[in-house]
């Protein structure tokens, strides 16, 4: 339901301003039924019309809703043509001015229009009148322009209007102002630009384009500037049917406001569009099926042999010679034209259409040959290998099919389903190989399958040690390529050619070939197979058998042995073996070294295969204890390192029992240790080294119970010049004591002292320094 909205009327004010116009239509409401129609068809004597009718407005005097329109050299689509609208025609005329539009309520819609588009109409404008058509084709341009291209109008509702067309006497209209390529009706919210509307409430309305490619422009009244009085337009479009030449038919033009007069709509139709053209079909391109490259194509009017035709080719205005029929048969690419003189010189119809030619798919035949494994001339062939040589190496060409048979080829029916692993009927049976393009155009070729009976001495087995690359698998690493060119095949023939494959089935098929640095996958060897070609044809297929030996000798790692200063050391092993090859150049099983290095032997067994051991010598003696490194006085933290030299692997202990590798040992207790080194490899053990540790008791007990009663450093007397003296914990001097009396009993000039802390401080001849604290417990 239309909205019937408040309409603002602009006022312009010119001040010293003048505003440029476009130029408008002029609209001639004066004319009739038949002068309508004589101005869509330009009077042309090519189509009979009779019974013209034309209905509109009648409620509003001296105006009419339909007439001649003419664009006074404006911008305006179309020079002169006829107008239809839902109000006097007259209104028309540009510029644009922004109201509510015309019409009355007493003004009927249009029943066949309503049925067509399914709306509720009201002030129909109709142009009826029926025709015979003496061509196949009829059609006439026009556009759509409308007062609903503006606010959100677009996006809910629209003007409707058809070009309806039925046979005499047929019950029902068929609508011929469509979309382009569709079944939808042309109006305003078919076809138009994004709309997003917001009112004075703040209310926003939009909606998506919809078919805008169609859409020509919105017209304003503020710039005044349109050549009609309507918000929007439509591009030129065209409405178009085929027709049955000599048949009578009904034509209606129409168009109606939907549900209410307001904002009005008109549909403006060319002048002389209205036409009968001739259909010679749709174009046939590269990009709409052409014609495949060789067949002939008939362009066909389908009209009368009485006529008189002239066929054109290109731009070209002399006819083809010798060309008067109503078809002409192309056989190469060009635009054709047709004209037909339809029983009289001042009635002449054309059609035109462009026909393209596919490129030629340029095949060529060649042959597949196969190597025959039992001499029944059967083989498996890959025939998917030939084509590459059957397409010319032109990888635009679509897939290949093969037949057994040209009937079969050209149907389309029973295609070779596994051209990968045929198998042939008979010696130089021809196979037929059918390529097309992308266009579904198809050309064959034939590929004779071919059978060599050639056979070969098997090649002696190729025999190798393992790659001994410490890994005894029984895998080796074979140079293909040195079989290949042996003499053996290079006897055949100057022109030969080796490939290897896994399996005979992929030699005969040549598929999955083996690169010519092949590793074997069975451990010990395996039997590969040879294909040999003697130029391009297959000769023969033959075994290879590639053995590979392994030799792993038994305890035969290699070994790390270290060797005493001034020692010699024998380097051994098995005897079982057939040589011997040391890298001093020894061959016995056997050699004494007497310095250190890296030393290997070479076996062999009786296969001739080698394997290597590696023996690293390393030197080794008696270690030296220098001294130590000692950290006392720390309780539980005490520690000693012993400090050494020598070439050797040692082990080190403080008590001649327990051995570490590590030469730090902590948590050592107060007391007289000596450390010990002894060389892991068995050269020797050196000299025991004396050391001490020393350590003040953290509390005593000078109760005379004859347990704890003194304070005493152990083994101060090893250092003689130590001092040592006692503090109380106000600094004063309690007692000083020497290494050969370290004992303190807790007394002050003969008065026991109370339970407390106490502080010390050691000092040694070398100005060491040891300071620390104690308790005196009671």
Not at 225 to 252: D, E, F, M, R, W
Not at 523 to 542: E, K, M
Not at 673 to 681: C, F, L, P, V
Not at 731 to 755: C, E, I, M, R, V
Request: proline share 4%.
């Amino acid at each position: 339901m239309k909205c019937i909205k408040i309409i603002l009327f602009w006022i312009l004010v010119l001040c010293n301003t003048t505003l440029v116009f476009a130029q408008a239509i002029r609209v001639d409401d004066s004319k009739n039924a038949t002068d309508l129609t004589q101005i869509l068809t330009n009077n042309s004597s090519c189509i009979n019309i009779s019974g013209e009718s034309v209905k509109g407005d009648e409620f509003t005097s001296g105006q009419e809703s339909y007439g001649y329109f003419n664009n006074q050299g404006g911008s305006f689509p179309f020079t002169e043509g006829i107008v239809l609208s839902t109000w006097s025609s007259k209104n028309s005329e540009g510029p644009f001015i922004r109201n509510q539009g015309a019409g009355n309520s007493l003004w009927k819609g249009d029943a066949d229009l309503d049925q067509a588009l399914g709306i509720n109409s009201i002030n129909a404008t109709v142009l009826e009148f029926d025709f015979i058509p003496l061509t196949n084709f009829i059609s006439f341009n026009y556009l759509f322009a409308s007062n609903e291209y503006q606010d959100d109008y677009p996006c809910n509702y629209s003007d409707g209007f058809a070009f309806l067309i039925k046979e005499e006497n047929a019950a029902n209209y068929r609508n011929l102002a469509l979309i382009p390529r569709s079944t939808t009706p042309v109006s305003s919210t078919t076809i138009h630009p994004p709309i997003s509307y917001t009112n004075n409430f703040g209310n926003t309305t939009s909606c998506p384009a919809e078919n805008e490619t169609y859409f020509d422009q919105l017209n304003t009244s503020l710039t005044n500037s349109s050549p009609i009085n309507y918000a929007g337009q439509t591009k030129i479009l065209n409405a178009q049917t085929t027709v049955i030449p000599g048949k009578k038919y009904h034509i209606k033009l129409v168009i109606a406001d939907q549900d209410n007069f307001r904002y009005d709509s008109a549909v403006f139709i060319e002048a002389g569009s209205f036409t009968s053209k001739i259909d010679l079909g749709s174009d046939r391109t590269t990009q709409n099926n052409p014609i495949c490259f060789g067949e002939k194509f008939i362009i066909d009017t389908k009209l009368s042999p009485a006529y008189t035709y002239r066929w054109y080719k290109d731009d070209s205005l002399t006819p083809i010679s010798g060309e008067t029929n109503p078809s002409y048969e192309a056989t190469e690419t060009g635009i054709y034209r047709v004209e037909v003189e339809l029983g009289s010189a001042s009635c002449i119809a054309s059609g035109q259409i462009k026909i393209e030619f596919t490129p030629e798919i340029v095949l060529q035949d060649t042959n597949l040959i196969q190597c025959d494994d039992n001499g029944d001339e059967i083989a498996f062939f890959d025939l998917t290998r030939a084509e590459p040589i059957l397409k010319n190496n032109n990888s635009n060409l679509g897939n290949m099919v093969f037949y057994e048979n040209v009937i079969d080829a050209q149907s389309n029916q029973n295609p070779i389903q596994n051209p990968k692993n045929y198998t042939n009927k008979a010696n130089n049976q021809i196979i037929i190989a059918k390529v097309s393009d992308n266009y579904g155009c198809a050309n064959y070729a034939q590929l004779t399958l071919q059978i060599s009976n050639q056979t070969i001495t098997p090649l002696a087995p190729i025999v190798v040690c393992d790659d001994n690359d410490g890994n005894s698998d029984g895998i080796h690493q074979f140079d293909l390529m040195a079989i290949a060119t042996s003499g053996y095949f290079s006897a055949i023939g100057s022109n030969v050619f080796v490939y290897f494959y896994l399996n005979p089935t992929d030699a005969y098929l040549e598929k999955n070939e083996l690169p010519y640095f092949f590793k074997n996958t069975i451990s010990g060897g395996q039997t590969l197979y040879a294909r040999v070609l003697n130029g391009p044809d297959c000769y023969a297929i033959t075994p290879v058998i590639l053995v590979v030996n392994t030799f792993n000798p038994l305890n035969f790692e290699d070994e790390t042995i270290a060797l005493c200063e001034g020692r010699t050391l024998d380097l051994t092993v098995s005897n079982i073996y057939s040589s011997y090859l040391w890298n001093t150049g020894a061959t016995s099983n056997s050699i004494s070294v007497s310095s250190p290095g890296d030393y290997s032997v070479i076996v062999t067994d009786a296969n001739g295969c080698g394997a290597t051991k590696k023996f690293q010598v390393l030197n080794s003696g008696i270690a030296t204890i220098t001294g130590t490194k000692i950290n006392d006085f720390a309780a539980n933290q005490n520690s000693v390192l012993i400090e050494y030299t020598g070439l050797g692997d040692y082990e080190f202990s403080i008590d001649g029992s327990y051995f570490q590798d590590s030469p730090l040992f902590n948590g050592i207790a107060a007391g007289t240790y000596w450390a010990y080194a002894r060389d892991k490899n068995g050269c020797g053990d050196a000299a025991p080294f004396q050391f001490y540790v020393l350590d003040y008791p953290r509390f005593f007990t000078p109760n005379g119970d004859g347990f704890n009663d003194l304070w005493i450093i152990k083994n101060l007397d090893l250092f003689p010049k130590a001092t040592v003296t006692i503090f109380d914990r106000y600094g004063k001097l309690l007692k000083q004591l020497h290494s050969s009396n370290a004992a303190w009993d807790g007394t002050f000039n003969g008065y026991n002292l109370p339970s407390d802390d106490y502080w010390f401080n050691i000092i040694f001849t070398n100005n060491k320094s040891i300071k620390g604290h104690f308790s005196l417990k009671r």
